[in-house]
């Protein structure tokens, strides 16, 4: 019996020993006292106090992607502003390209549409109208030229001077034409004689002008580069196209 007691009270010595060596290796620190949540709490509230950067994962990072490829779509895209263009005329006057299409639009909206007769239709031109300088080239022109033709024989000078300018042959616009040297007897040097501008003649030259620039009645000598007088033979090798009044046409 006393064998058995000293053998439990060995035994009993040997687990409290064995005990006190695993509570007292860090490898396995079970109890209490060793618990380490506490300072995982701890360290776990320190990070919370201090700057952290968030990382996504997979599926938060793809979302964001696709927000930041639809704000690109949905940001609108500015178009840059265009710029007027400016166009300048023989003696320097500069205009707006824009604004002279609009009142060109503007008056031709205003004109009438058919007529039964190139009469009828230079009568119901507007006249009291402020003319672009091209126009006030080629009104001059006409005057000069045909004030006392028939309006047949005065669109027949304004379709001549209208063609050479887009010909290529001679200089690119109305005015250019008009005051392109020994060409026209009326002018001189860069100017005209002045003109009677109440007058009829002159509101019947600015119908015409209106129509030629327009296109809106046929002339009898389509495609005609040059003329001359009736009663002078300059004996020019070009193909006779018409006699219109005073003047005798070709191209």
Not at 159 to 188: D, E, H, T
Request: proline share 5%.
């Amino acid at each position: 019996m006393s064998n058995i007691v000293k053998a439990a009270s060995a035994a009993a010595l040997l687990i409290s020993a064995v005990g006190a060596f695993w509570m007292t290796d860090p490898g396995f620190a079970y109890s209490s006292a060793f618990d380490v949540t506490p300072a995982l709490q701890a360290n776990q509230n320190n990070n919370q106090n201090s700057s952290t950067v968030a990382v996504p994962v997979a599926g938060e990072a793809q979302d964001s992607a696709n927000n930041d490829a639809v704000a690109q779509v949905d940001k609108p895209v500015e178009t840059p502003k265009a710029q007027p263009v400016i166009i300048t005329d023989e003696k320097g006057n500069s205009s707006d390209l824009d604004e002279i299409q609009k009142k060109a639009d503007a008056l031709r909206a205003e004109r009438p549409q058919s007529a039964s007769s190139l009469n009828d239709l230079v009568r119901n031109m507007p006249t009291d109208i402020a003319l672009t300088a091209e126009q006030t080239c080629l009104a001059g022109a006409v005057y000069f030229e045909s004030k006392s033709e028939s309006l047949a024989g005065q669109l027949a000078v304004a379709r001549v001077v209208i063609n050479r300018a887009k010909s290529g042959r001679f200089p690119k616009s109305i005015c250019g034409v008009v005051y392109q040297p020994s060409q026209f007897s009326f002018v001189r040097g860069r100017s005209m004689p002045r003109i009677n501008k109440a007058g009829q003649q002159w509101k019947n030259a600015i119908a015409i002008t209106q129509i030629a620039m327009d296109n809106s009645w046929k002339s009898s000598v389509e495609g005609a580069l040059f003329f001359h007088a009736r009663h002078v033979s300059p004996g020019w090798k070009l193909r006779r196209m018409a006699q219109v009044d005073n003047h005798i046409f070709y191209r």
